[in-house]
């Protein structure tokens, strides 16, 4: 293990130095290497999901699990979009001249070896590894025993592309020891690791974020809320809710609390119930809202809970403030969204609620790093430092300062 991250951090002076119009050029390589050796990919894909049945994995896992060729397609895409992007390294940030007549610039640079510890998707391999190209890092990545063989093919077709153009295949790498033990010593080596994300379920970030000394940027849970604010055009709130929840209800952006204004809820809520019972969900209510639509009966603990599944909480609550309070209560910092008609609310929302996302009149999915123009994700942080939401190449750098002198001496 040791002499793997002195290879990473030997090879993180290499990556740190290329320029950009090389980086484009090798990550429109790697994607095209995804695309050409698809079937291989799904082949070692097919080995997974045939262990997640033995595994008894849930629905929601199976399928963050699941590469067909769409998928693999996608992360082909992901890649050409992050060659593409302005490039992050070298930015001049900020620059003055100082009372010595020193030239001072805030100049923007690579983090250096990052550590990625993540659970079940394998496009993570992908995604991550080319933004940590991207911007300059080197990427030693930990993926889920479940997606053991999806992702030692996938940073094969990436490795291969870097040793065909003569850099080190430890650019971007998994793991050695993907045991507990290997995970313990990598997020406690800050003398050859410069950062850890850990993105995946509550108990991991917990033990990573309790135990490294290595800087650690949190992809926590993502327990988010829509809030149906009295004045909203139902319809708009109804469309909203159910994509919120139903359109990929194993995923972190997904909503897990419904919460609706107590003028409304009896025009709303039938109107809720029946879109949803249209798509399966098992919903769960509050007294108040039980008084208007059939439902399991939640308790303190729904409120708490991120579901990653097909289950809505539903809370009813008289005004603004009433909601904003509940999300500051429950909720992780990740995204919140409000629909409504009146502005002034809006813009209340907005200012108050306290998440790296929040959404007028639009579903919490879009909380993503290739919606919002990165082309992929590292994760969606819910740290206010150094990053916060979706952290593409931009927050995949820090900053020097470049001081240029003429002789001064103080």
Known sequence: MEQFLKAAKKSSQVIATLDSRKKKD??????????????YIIQ?????MLNAK??????????????NEARVEGMAKSLREIA?????????????????????????????????????????????????????????????????????????????????????????????DSSRAGVDYLIKQDKYVDLIVPRGGEGLIRYVSNNATVPVVKHDKGLCHT??????????AVKIAVNAKCDRPGVCNAMETLIVDRAIAK?????????????????????????????????????????????????????????????AKYGSGH???????????AEEFLNRVDASAVYVNA????????????????????????????????ELTTYKYKIYGTGQIR
């Open 26 to 39: 090798i990550l429109n390589q790697m994607a095209a290497a995804l695309s050409e050796n698809a079937q």
């Open 44 to 48: 070692e894909n097919q080995k997974d």
């Open 54 to 67: 033995e595994m008894n994995l849930s629905s929601a896992m199976v399928d963050r699990l699941l590469l």
């Open 84 to 176: 593409v992007l302005k490039e992050p390294v070298g930015r001049v940030l900020d620059g003055w001249w100082n009372d010595d007549g020193l030239r001072i610039e805030k100049v923007s640079v690579p983090i250096g070896v990052i550590g990625v510890i993540y659970e079940s998707r394998p496009n993570v391999t992908a995604d991550v590894g080319a933004l940590c190209f991207k911007s300059g890092n080197v990427a030693i990545l930990k993926g889920g025993k479940e997606a053991e063989n999806s992702n030692r093919a996938i940073a094969k077709v990436l490795q291969d592309v870097l040793e065909r153009n003569g850099l080190p295949r430890e650019i971007i790498s998994l793991l050695p």
């Open 227 to 236: 809030y149906i604010e009295a004045s909203a055009d139902l319809d708009m």
């Open 267 to 327: 025009e709303v809520l039938p109107k809720l119930k029946e879109a949803f019972d249209k798509m399966g969900t098992e919903l769960r209510a509050d007294s108040e809202a039980l008084e208007v639509i059939e439902a399991i009966p939640a308790t303190e603990e729904d409120f708490d809970t991120e579901y990653l599944a097909n289950i809505l909480s539903i809370k009813i609550v008289d005004g603004t403030d009433e909601a904003i309070e509940h999300i």
């Open 335 to 345: 995204s919140e969204a409000i629909v409504t008609q009146d502005y002034a609310k």
């Open 363 to 394: 579903s919490t999915r879009f909380t993503d790093g290739g919606v919002f123009g990165f082309g992929a994700e590292v994760g969606i942080s819910t740290n206010k430092l150094h990053a916060r939401g979706p952290m593409g190449i931009n």
